[in-house]
């Protein structure tokens, strides 16, 4: 499609989805102005240990798992890291950049996507508390966030189109660490 129309205006990306749009933004499979990563994992070094521990496989087993990873996409298992991947962009490859996360979001931590946002000029984070992974999809304040990133408009822990505080404790921080809180 990007050879037919050009590069898109913007992505919105979920989970895994956000760690394969920034892979495929990485290796010039995608061209957009705009990148919302919504509740990136850390890596799937990370997804691996997790099923290892939750299924009790051994060393060999998991080797096995990644080996097969590797010669299933064409990447090893350790370069498939949210942060390792953002560093191997140039500066100029980068587009603008907002990461949503949860703060409480049990399926992928918080941590990396603050690692992500302090290597990316120019990023945002805006962290949410209590919405969890999926929920943070649905929420009207973290979609008129989007919205208005997308449009090129600040963001703000605010509702989309309205002044009110958010209706859950919110802060947007950028690179330099500076933080806007909303109400809770």
């Given at each position: 499609?990007?050879?037919?129309?050009?590069?898109?205006?913007?992505?919105?990306?979920h989970s895994m989805g956000a760690l394969a749009a920034l892979l495929a933004v990485r290796d010039g499979w995608l061209a957009t102005e705009r990148l919302v990563l919504v509740a990136p994992p850390s890596g799937v070094p990370d997804l691996l240990e997790r099923i290892r521990r939750e299924?009790?496989?051994?060393?060999?087993?998991?080797r096995r798992l990644?080996?097969?990873?590797?010669?299933?996409?064409?990447?090893?298992?350790?370069?498939?890291?949210?942060?390792?991947?953002a560093t191997g962009l140039r500066p100029d490859e980068r587009p603008a950049l907002l990461v949503v996360h949860d703060l409480l979001?049990?399926?992928?931590?918080?941590?990396?996507?603050?690692?992500?946002?302090?290597?990316?000029?120019?990023?945002?984070?805006?962290?949410t508390a209590g919405l969890g992974h999926r929920r943070i999809l649905a929420?009207?304040?973290?979609?008129?966030?989007?919205?208005?990133?997308?449009?090129?408009?600040?963001?703000?822990?605010?509702?989309?189109?309205?002044?009110?505080?958010?209706?859950?404790?919110c802060t947007l921080t950028t690179r330099a660490g500076s933080g806007v809180a909303g109400a809770a």
């Open positions: 499609m990007a050879a037919r129309f050009g590069p898109a205006r913007a992505v919105v990306a299924l009790g496989l051994g060393p060999r087993a998991t990644a080996e097969r990873a590797r010669r299933r996409t064409g990447y090893a298992v350790d370069d498939l890291d949210l942060v390792r991947i979001d049990r399926e992928a931590p918080h941590e990396p996507s603050a690692r992500l946002v302090r290597s990316w000029p120019d990023a945002q984070l805006l962290s929420d009207a304040a973290v979609g008129g966030s989007v919205s208005r990133f997308v449009d090129r408009r600040p963001v703000e822990p605010t509702l989309h189109g309205d002044e009110r505080p958010a209706p859950f404790p």
